[in-house]
């Protein structure tokens, strides 16, 4: 279980987190939705202890991620907005394999484990690449792969689909629900709400501050609300909402609810 209590940061005494309160739990996809700046790469980084809070506590199963670093960067691995700030091996295989031999992996287990994490982001044949040579999207991927490598119980990506290409997202989209059926808790922070429709929950954020925290029908299918806080209002939840219908979460749950819509109006 992942808890904030009144979590208050600062940078250089300008207050940027203003008492955030979160309460994220087991087997969920949790969407922190906010404009540029509402805080998000702050709080996300709250998670494993990178950044400490003022004020205010971050609970992690029972650890406090400034006091137990070593132990909560087991639990949590995050998947930066800058791949760059995540890579810095000379080449794919050891950026990906670096996480694994911290954790004790050697040998074959070691490689096999490198190889799966590759392949779960599509990028299985860049293994002996240049990672310094790889363009943005596919770094943005081997930065996936090397937090994957760890096989962490709690995921948290902040801006994943960005710059990724249609297969990238695809197979995140994929991965990401994956990682859920698994059992684990899987963090998607960004500024697109488009990107959250498959989140179970989301809160949004705006100057330091959760705003309100609920369902994707409830925060995506609300226009209001998104265009007060600057946000864009995913085309899909539009056109569904323009229908009178609910905002599907993905492209099953679309084609159902038009089926039983044409169906209905026969
Ligand atoms: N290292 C830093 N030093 C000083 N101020 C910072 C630093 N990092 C972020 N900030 C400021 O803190 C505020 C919150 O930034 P943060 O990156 O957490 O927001 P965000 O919601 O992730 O934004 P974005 O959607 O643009 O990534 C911003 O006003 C930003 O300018």
Redesign the pocket.
């Known amino acids: 279980m992942i808890e904030l209590r009144d979590v208050h940061f600062s940078?250089?005494g300008?207050e940027?987190?203003r008492g955030v309160n979160l309460t994220i739990e087991g087997e969920e996809i949790f969407g922190i939705l906010?404009?540029?700046?509402?805080?998000?790469?702050?709080?996300?980084?709250h998670l494993n202890g990178i950044l400490k809070p003022k004020k205010g506590k971050v609970i992690i199963d029972d650890l406090d991620p400034a006091k137990n670093p070593k132990e909560v960067r087991r639990k949590v691995g995050i998947v930066f907005?800058d791949p760059n700030d995540q890579l810095f091996s000379p080449t794919v295989f050891e950026d990906v394999a670096f996480g694994p031999y911290n954790l004790g992996l050697r040998g074959e287990k070691m490689r096999e484990r490198v190889l799966w994490a590759l392949r779960q982001v599509g990028m299985e044949d860049y293994a002996s690449r240049e990672t310094k040579e790889l363009s943005f999207g596919e770094k943005k991927r081997i930065a996936i792969a090397t937090i994957l490598a760890m096989e962490p119980e709690i995921i948290v990506f902040?801006?994943p689909f960005a710059n990724l290409d249609f297969k990238g997202k695809r197979l995140l989209g994929e991965l990401i629900r994956r990682m859920k059926e698994e059992g684990k808790t899987v963090i998607l922070?960004?500024?697109e709400a488009e990107y959250l429709t498959l989140c179970d929950r989301i809160a949004l954020?705006d100057s330091?501050k959760v705003i309100t925290v609920g369902t994707p029908e409830e925060i995506l299918g609300n226009p209001r609300l998104l265009r007060e806080h600057n946000l864009e209002v995913p085309s899909i939840a539009e056109l569904f909402l323009s229908l009178g219908l609910k905002v599907p979460r993905n492209v099953e749950e679309a084609r159902k609810i038009l089926e039983e819509w044409k169906r209905a109006k026969l």
């Open positions: 940078y250089a300008r940027v987190l906010g404009p540029n700046g509402a805080g998000k790469s702050t709080l996300v980084l907005q902040d801006e922070a960004s500024h954020m330091g």
